[in-house]
């Protein structure tokens, strides 16, 4: 998969503007990884379970009438684990250690995601399709195929004598 390096750049650009920052991963809401910045953090597993937690926390939001999620946080014994929502198809999670102020890492993140969501969509633009002739004369009926279609004649046979 070919990352685009606008993406990598803007998560180099959060990683120097929040120093306790360990790792970000740009993932699909599927949980496979887009881009990261992880260093001593496995992507794959961080971004499948970023996916997980925020669809378990789309239902918390949605089973008490508060709209659309837009982000999670997890605070551990040692630090945070972010996940921000990146448009409808995507998502960031940042991890950061304990001592790191989490108003900054919020307003840096969501500044990120807002900047990603826009390369996001840029990518995302259909191209042009090339016109595709289509038929003029009526249709051609296709090819029928049943299952006894598929046997030989032999076993075709043996079931009706069975």
């Known amino acids: 998969m070919t990352v685009d390096p606008v993406v990598l750049q803007e998560l180099g650009r959060l990683r120097a503007r929040v120093p306790e920052l360990s790792g970000s991963v740009l993932a699909t809401t599927d949980g496979l990884v887009v881009a990261h910045d992880a260093h001593g953090i496995e992507p794959d597993g961080l971004a499948a379970l970023a996916a997980a937690h925020l669809a378990l926390a789309r239902r918390f939001a949605h089973a008490v009438n508060h709209g659309e999620l837009r ?92």
Do not use: F, W
């Not at 090339?130 to 051609?140: E, H, L, M």
């Open 71 to 162: 982000e999670s946080v997890v605070e551990c014994d040692r630090g945070y684990i972010t996940t921000y929502t990146a448009g409808p198809n995507a998502l960031l999670t940042v991890v950061t250690s304990g001592d790191a102020n989490l108003a900054m890492v919020h307003l840096e993140a969501r500044r990120c995601v807002r900047r990603l969501v826009k390369i996001l969509a840029v990518e995302a633009k259909p191209q042009s399709r090339p016109d595709i002739p289509t038929q003029t004369g009526p249709a051609t009926p296709l090819a029928r195929r049943t299952p006894m279609a598929t046997l030989s004649t032999n076993a075709r046979r043996r079931q009706a004598a069975g």
